[in-house]
Nanobody, 123 residues
Framework: VQLQASGGGLIQPGESLRLSCANS???????VGWFRQAPGKEREFVAA????????FYSEDVKGRFTISRDAAQNTVYLQMNSLKLEDTAVYYC??????????????????WGQGTLVTVSS
């Protein structure tokens, strides 16, 4: 598994941004997740999607604003982020897990990580 996250940038509150996580390696994972880490804070779960069934899970902080999706043909997972807030500022990471997940999950369950992409929401 080789993950490449992209799409971060500087945007204003209320605007939208789409992150991409491309996998150029082999399969063998159950789900792909997005996590984020703000300065001085621990890494936290944002969203995840199971690869086979496209079951989706979201943290309460982003539910209704963010949408995770996958393009199996492109081996890519997207995170559409709408109505962004100042507190969404963080480095966003994508990761894969071979474990079956049933909801928002700890980062400890995810084995492979891409490099982060910085999202800065500022007025």
């Amino acid at each position: 598994v080789q993950l490449q996250a992209s799409g971060g940038g500087l945007i204003q509150p209320g605007e939208s941004l789409r992150l991409s996580c491309a996998n150029s390696g082999r399969y063998g994972f159950y789900a792909v997740g997005w996590f984020r880490q703000a300065p001085g804070k621990e890494r936290e779960f944002v969203a995840a999607i199971s690869w086979r069934n496209a079951n989706k899970f979201y943290s309460e902080d982003v539910k209704g604003r963010f949408t995770i999706s996958r393009d199996a043909a492109q081996n890519t997972v997207y995170l559409q982020m709408n109505s962004l807030k100042l507190e969404d500022t963080a480095v966003y990471y994508c990761a894969t897990t071979t474990r079956r997940i049933f909801g928002p999950s700890s980062s400890d369950l995810f084995e492979f990580w891409g490099q982060g992409t910085l999202v800065t929401v500022s007025s």
